[in-house]
Each structure stands twice: as C-alpha cells, then as structure tokens.
C-alpha cells in the first residue's frame, strides 16, 4: 500500500481523504500534493499587442477561481466494502458547492468546491483503486478559521486619586468600544457585524482603512433586537431577515484586511447594553 502524502491531508464534503475508516475496512490516501492548492489563482487580464511601439497594453486583472486536482487511492478490505468507498468518492465530489478543508503543518484552510470534470476511480486490484478528483472553486481565496470579537460602547466610570504623601491611585474602569483582530493572510477577507439593542444610530468604523458604516439615528434597536451587517455581501438586515438598506447613510463596506485591524463602536445615544460583535475571516491568495 502506498503511504499517505505527508505532511498534507485533506477532507471533503466530510469525507477525509487521508484516513483509515476502521468500520468499514476502509483506508484512503493522498497520493500527491493537490495541484493548484499551493500559491495564488491566475489573472483574468488581456493583453494586446501596442500598435507602431514595442510593448503591449493590459486591462486591470482579477484572480480567477481556483482549479484543484486531489490524487489519492483506496485500500478496502473486500471488493464489497471498495464498491461502497468508491461511492463515497463520488458523493463528496458534489456538483453543488461543498467545502474541501486541507491541513499542511497543523494549519486548516478551507473553499467552497464542485465538481469540475468526471471522477476517475481506476481499480486496479479487487481491494485497491486510484482516484483522480477535478474540483473548482469559484473564489480565488483559501479561508482560515473564523475569528470573533466583541465590545461595548465606549464608556469609562469610577477612578480616584488621593492626595496622600504617596501618591495613591484607584484606576477607572474603560470600555474602549473597539475591536481588534490580525488577519496572518495575505489577502483581504470577509467581514460579518451583529449590532446588538437596545442602541440608535449605530456606527461602525474600520480603523484600518478609514471606511465608515454608519446607520441613520433614525434605526432604533429594541431590546432583544439586533442587525446582522455582511460587508462583503453589502446587506444589513434586522434581526437576520428584514433589509435595512434604506437606513444606511454611509456605505463604508470594508473587509478583514491583511495585518492589524480595528473596528470602533459608536452610536447616537449610550446605553450600556448596546453590544458590537465582529465576525472575520482570514484569507490567503
């Protein structure tokens, strides 16, 4: 039997491709690294050629989406159990978008795939095949796991200094309204919001970029009432279902960018249950 390629592994639509289901009698194994996994996506730019001067003139490019191939085998422990191994294959690579998770050095990253071209399972021995899996993801990015943070608005209450001959100091407690997260990607990824009542004119500032989202002060949250805003999608929606797009006077959409980022917290009017949660997601190219 071939050994597992080492050091990555990967699972799709939950079905892990690097491992020994003892079951069903069933081992399977990457044969090669996932070609088109490692480094960035192609550019979609046209060149053509300049006319009476050397050189030649390009639109801006975007990444295209990224082309996977997965190499592997199976090892069963009958023909019986191979036959159901191979229909496993087949229904992991789904022609509806599922998520291929690959682990290299203990670090998960994860698309959103379908099935780009036929299956290829080519048994070679009643208990032994090797497959060939063409997968597609539409967007370029590789994703990490998701990261999370919350605040307040922004208040400070207690503090007392005493004049004694030593000088003596009760520190105040602060709620600085703000959220910090490290994107370790090299790419810009998305961002989700969930403003939490009761607050008026909510408004949420990515520090990193200068990009404002503001809410008119005419949208009041209610106690148990909240806004759910994704930034990359472009849609605010109360209490997850209701658009509160025509509240928005601002349309400062930012996202996770590379590096250090911070969102700030602010509203018309305080009230200390008023509650900022920041959703971000890392991504590499």
């Known amino acids: 039997m071939q050994t597992v390629y080492a050091p990555g592994n990967a699972n799709l639509n939950g079905l892990n491709l690097a491992a020994r289901d003892i079951d069903s009698g069933v081992t399977y194994g990457l044969s090669a690294p996932i070609d088109g996994w490692g480094g960035g996506t192609a550019s979609n730019a046209q060149q053509s050629d300049n006319v009476g001067r050397s050189g030649g003139t390009s639109g801006r490019g975007f990444a295209k989406g990224r082309h996977l191939t997965i190499a592997g085998w199976i090892h069963a422990k009958d023909p019986a159990a191979m036959l159901d191994a191979e229909d496993a294959i087949v229904a992991a690579c789904s022609l509806d978008d599922v998520q291929l998770t690959v682990t290299e050095y203990g670090v998960d990253r994860w698309v959103m795939v379908?099935?780009?071209?036929?299956?290829?399972?080519?048994?070679?021995?009643?208990?032994?095949?090797?497959?060939?899996?063409?997968?597609?993801?539409?967007?370029?990015?590789k994703f990490g796991t998701e990261l999370s943070g919350s605040t307040f608005l922004p208040s400070s209450s207690g503090g007392l200094s005493v004049p004694f001959a030593v000088p003596f100091t009760i520190d105040a407690t602060q709620v600085t309204g703000q959220v910090s997260l490290t994107n370790p990607g090299n790419t810009t990824g998305p961002v989700r919001l969930r403003i939490d009542g009761p607050t008026t004119g909510p408004q949420i500032a990515h520090i990193g970029t200068g990009l404002v989202l503001t809410f008119a002060s005419s949208l009041v949250l209610g106690v148990g009432e909240w806004l759910d805003v994704d930034m990359e999608a472009q849609t605010a929606l109360a209490n997850g279902q209701s658009s509160r797009a025509m509240w928005i006077t601002n349309r400062g959409w930012s996202g996770f960018d590379p590096g250090d980022n911070t969102w700030s917290f602010t509203a018309v009017g305080y009230d200390p249950a008023s509650k900022l949660t920041v959703y971000a997601t890392p991504a590499s190219q």
Do not use: G
């Open 114 to 141: 379908h099935r780009e071209d036929e299956p290829i399972i080519n048994r070679t021995r009643p208990d032994y095949a090797e497959f060939s899996l063409q997968m597609v993801s539409d967007d370029w990015r």
